[in-house]
């Protein structure tokens, strides 16, 4: 072992061994792999091995589809046997509902290029996995590219492949200490000291303790999973081929072939978690007993979809250990505030996700950026709330329960709820509001009568008429929106201009205004769509969407200046919006500045009642509205100002629903939605707030070569849908004569122009205002026109009146 290394992996599992292979095939040679035991001595060793298509997200199914396409590679690579069995796969469904969503997840993974699947009755997947009993079952999906592989193998291939690239792999050595300098990590190990300018946290059921060696204390938590394998079962014995990966989504239970009898896993209700703090040091290859009792309502329905289960015994159980974060996705990539540490862990289907994930860590390491949106993995997704026991607990115990458990769309999930609240929460809640969360914060979605209960639902909602009443308001009248939930920066010093003009692609305002601001990676793609505001006193405010604080904060201070400080308002300041014909004059009653002269897109100090307030004129439902931000202690008090003055111009209190149905009349692009880091600003209309001659931003030589170059494959556009009962939500995709030309970045019903609406990014040759295409909305096939953007006044007249 060297006493110096470009990174150093710490943690022996599959994602280790990946993220170690990733690094030396990109180029990066001089790296080793630290493991305190031996190479899969941690979850790795039990995991059952088995890998599927299908994922709720389309980005982490896309991550699962690249790891599949590389196993036959680094088998190929390292020469070693991964004993993969390409078996193909079934996912079924047994409810009515889980049968929709499961047509609608098929059209999905053909808007992300997933095409070797396709829908099957309960009588073909009998056909295709004859032990299984179709008992209660609507309909399945079956995926070419499932089975199920040797775990040990398959590491020892990821870390023999990385080896003939160069990179080194060092057992039984411990890391005991992690210590930051200016120029890197020394680790502190069992066989002495070792620098690097890197360090990977891929340390599995040890991530937290390695996490806290550098001061840090990750979301993750382990919990125990079983598994049984069963004897030799007659019925297979006779076949002429494995049956496939099956998974049963109403029975909690998922299973693979193993030799002559089957692998049966169950995502029991009851869960466990074990080892909150990490995974003792000493432990490795322990399993714990097996519990029946815990798991017998789901061993039960198990045991009634493949009835031959009942005739032979269990050979083998298997009790082990796995971590999860709290949504269960990984967490990978840079921590913030912590340089050259990076994380790799909470990887929870760490053969199924652990090549995308290498692949990931390794092109943000080398390049600076993932060549794919990263964001549903990125670390920076939670913030130092997230650190909480109790949140952990509550949050990864929710996920593991509801692995196989049907979630809407529409559907708030109570674990780790409420804890960040604003001031009028209290108040608001007296008057009606339902609730939903981003990042740690409640935020309101619309006001309902007492004792409404919204139904979960893939379609239109009963709260629909609710949110139309909000429409109604915010069209004809006044509605009143708590924007606690925006996030603002306060960028001040004596070269913060000078920064900002750098960070930022679009020209800074004057004084006393604010302009939208597209934020830009060095290769051109979005890093934000963010709101700067020049108060005219020095002080620069960035505003951004709420729940990429953590994210978007490491990015400030990754690229910070000298002379320039940046601070996170997010615990200091909140407000209210006023949106609608009516606002001015509802503000005018209060306001002891005179606003009369406040132009679209201004923005000052005024005094608003009895508070000190930061007003702006702008609102993101396409009318005239204003933005008023005041501090945590006024917030209360500035919601009891604002009813009373709007008592009697018809203001009503809205929330972030009826709001996401004026920006979709108005063809405003949200973050995650129409814009996230995998688009760049031709793709997604951004281009248009760029300075072009303005020297030297951040991505200023790609968004040229952009602009000057072919152009983008594809561009965003406002679709019509004819819809009956429900509507577009996201990555649906987009047809025309049964070719795919793109996919929807979101949609919803638009309650003024009574239509169903979607933005969509199109192949630019199907952009034009009135070409027909069709959709699939929750998986039904529905007409659907490219019509000129913003259906709702395209003129602005009504923001800017």
Known sequence: ????????????????????????????????????????????????????????????????????????????????????????????????????????????????????????????????????????????????????????????????????????????????????????????????????????????????????????????????????????????????????????????????????????????????????????????????????????????????????????????????????????????????????????????????????????????????????????????????????????????????????????????????RPLKTAPAHEAMTAAGCQWGVSWDLEVPLYFAPAGFSETPSLKRSNAHDIVAAECRAIRGAVGLIDITGFARYEVTGPNAEGWLDRMLAAKLPAPGRARLAPMLSETGRLKGDLTVFNWGDGSWWIMGSYYLRAWHMRWFRDHLAEGVAIRDLGEEICGFALAGPRSRAVLGQVAETDISGLPFMGCMAADIGLIRARVARMSVTGELGFEINCRYGDHAVLRRTLLEAGAGQGLRECGFNAMLSTRLEKSFGIWNAEFTQGYTPGMTGMDRWIDWDKPGFLGLGAALAERDGNGPAQVLVTLEIDAADADASGFEPVWTGGEKVGFVTSGGYGHHIGKSLAMALVDRDRSGVGTPLSVHVVGAERPARVIAPSPYDPAGKAMRG
Not at 169 to 175: A, C, G, I, R, S
Not at 347 to 352: E, I
């Open 1 to 416: 072992m060297k006493s110096h290394y470009r990174v150093v992996v710490i943690g022996g599992g599959v994602v280790g061994a990946s993220v170690l292979y990733h690094l030396a095939k990109f180029g990066w040679s001089d790296v080793c792999l630290l493991e305190r035991s031996v190479l899969t001595a941690g979850s790795s060793w039990h995991a059952a091995g088995g890998f599927h298509a299908l994922n709720a997200d389309p980005n982490m199914a896309a991550l699962q589809a690249y790891t599949i396409d590389l196993m036959e590679e680094i088998q190929e690579e390292s020469g070693q046997n991964i004993g993969l069995h390409m078996t193909g796969g079934l996912t079924m469904a047994g409810t009515p509902d889980r049968w929709e969503w499961l047509q609608s997840a098929y059209r999905v993974f053909q808007s992300i290029g997933i095409e070797d699947c396709r829908l099957v009755t309960p009588e073909e997947a009998v056909a295709l996995n004859p032990i299984m009993s179709a008992e209660g079952l609507l309909g399945g999906m079956w995926a070419d590219r499932e089975g199920y592989l040797d775990t040990t193998g398959t590491v020892h291939a990821y870390a023999g492949a990385a080896r003939k690239r160069g990179a080194a792999v060092f057992e039984h050595t411990k890391v005991e200490d992690l210590i930051q300098t200016r120029d890197g990590w020394h680790l502190v190990t069992d066989k002495g000291t070792v620098t690097c300018e890197h360090v990977v946290n891929a340390g599995g059921l040890w991530a937290k303790q390695l996490g806290r060696m550098a001061g840090i204390d990750l979301p993750v938590s382990p919990l125990k999973h079983h598994y049984l394998i069963s004897d030799t079962i007659p019925a297979l014995e006779d076949l002429a081929f494995e049956v496939p990966m099956t998974v049963d989504l109403e029975g909690f239970t998922y299973l693979r072939q193993d030799q002559k009898g089957v692998l049966l896993g169950i995502y029991e209700i009851d869960h466990e978690h074990w080892a909150m703090d990490g995974a003792p040091w000493d432990y490795g290859m322990e399993l714990f007993q097996e519990d029946t009792d815990r798991i017998e309502r789901e061993l039960t329905l198990g045991f009634e979809r493949y009835p031959v289960l009942q005739e032979v015994g269990v050979k083998t159980w298997v009790n082990g250990a796995f971590t999860f974060s709290p949504d269960g996705n990984p967490l990978v990539g840079p921590v913030p505030g912590k340089p050259g540490y990076w994380c790799a862990c909470a990887v929870m289907a760490g053969f199924l996700q652990g090549g995308g994930v290498g692949k990931t860590l390794a092109e943000w390491m080398i390049h600076g950026e993932p060549e794919a949106d990263a964001w549903p993995m990125d670390v920076a997704r939670y913030g130092p709330y997230a650190q909480n026991r109790r949140y952990i607990r509550e949050t990864t115990g929710q996920f593991y329960s509801r692995r196989f458990v049907m979630t809407y769309p529409n559907e708030q999930l109570p674990a780790g």
